[in-house]
């Protein structure tokens, strides 16, 4: 009896855990940098987490470039320069933004030529397996953000 | 003994007018720039390189426009095209006097950066932009004389690698003087109020 009590109870938790990091997102503003020849393209999005933990994201993929990697650049120093970045921490109760100049979904060799206004679908995975897919709008190369 | 009201505001004022007059002394007539006054510290505009039309191109053929010069390379995905579509908004902002202006964007990858690619590229910006490419030592020639500096990083494999690079924009008067420096990071407010001005000196008679 107390037995199938905890069981039920580690299977609640799981199931709830399990749930959890997919479901305290919201994306908002997703959009993508369309630059002319092919050439590696941004992604950028604005994440909130809703939740009372934080939350890990892992990896992004999408069936549209044929890498998507995150990266984070940074000018510090005067120096402009990107890193890979194997996880970003989603802090409980505050939006997280991928914005230019910061983190970014970094695309490579577009499966297709992407026009302004298509949509692509990135799927970002989260730190228990959960998914969280986002559709991004894809702009000009002179965009400045997701409606300017 | 402590000094009345009206002496220690007397002495302030003559201090206020001191400096006043130093600083007026120092700066001669110079507008009220915003960015980073570089004027006299740098070397005026100078390079022999290809323009993304494939023609050769010197300093001296920008004679005559206020230039901002860049440093970066196509495949960077995230910082370059940030700074170029900001540079397109401050163009934008301008209105008619950005005519009068040019962004020259310098490549720090000549392996991989052709004319054509830049071609493709500045213009996915801004009409008023060029690309340029050269060999690689004529390309570093140039990131030396303005203390500019780029490094290739490691090969990811599959051919792909980033070139970090100096972040900085060269803003260069009409007579190819170097005169003020922006960040990525400046309030574009202030690249605007220091173009209008660079713009309204004209060329030295």
Known sequence: MTKTFIALLLLCATGTAFANDAASLRASGAWIRVMPANLPAGGYVTLENTGDTPVTLTTASTTAFGHAMIHRSSTDGGMGRMEMVHSVTLPPHASTAFAPGGYHVMLTDAVKPLAVGDKVPVTFTLGDGSTLPVDFIARPANATGPTD | ?205
């Open chain 2, 1 to 205: 003994m402590k000094s009345s009201f009206p002496v220690r505001l007397l002495a302030l004022l003559v201090l206020l007018v001191g400096v006043a007059a130093l600083a007026g002394c120092q700066r001669g007539a110079q507008p009220p720039w915003r960015l980073t006054d570089v004027s006299g510290h740098l070397p005026d505009l100078d390079f022999k390189l290809t323009d993304d039309n494939g023609k050769t191109v010197t300093g001296a053929d920008y004679r005559g426009k206020v230039v901002l010069l860049y440093f970066g390379y196509t495949h960077c995905p995230d910082v370059c095209p940030l700074t170029l579509a900001q540079l397109h908004v401050v163009m934008q902002r301008l209105g008619a006097p950005a005519d009068d202006a040019r962004i020259l964007f310098v490549s720090v990858d000549p392996a991989r950066d052709t004319p054509p690619i830049m071609h493709a590229y500045v213009n996915a910006f801004d009409k008023r932009a060029i690309g340029l490419v050269g060999s690689p030592r004529d390309t570093e020639a140039l990131a030396k004389r303005f203390r500019s500096a780029f490094t290739r990083e490691p090969d990811k494999g599959d051919g792909a690698y980033d070139v970090s690079h100096s972040s900085a924009i060269y803003i260069f008067d009409r007579d190819g003087k170097a005169r003020l420096l922006a960040t990525p990071s400046a309030a574009q407010d202030d690249i605007v109020h220091d173009l209008h001005l660079l713009l309204d000196l004209g060329v030295k008679a």
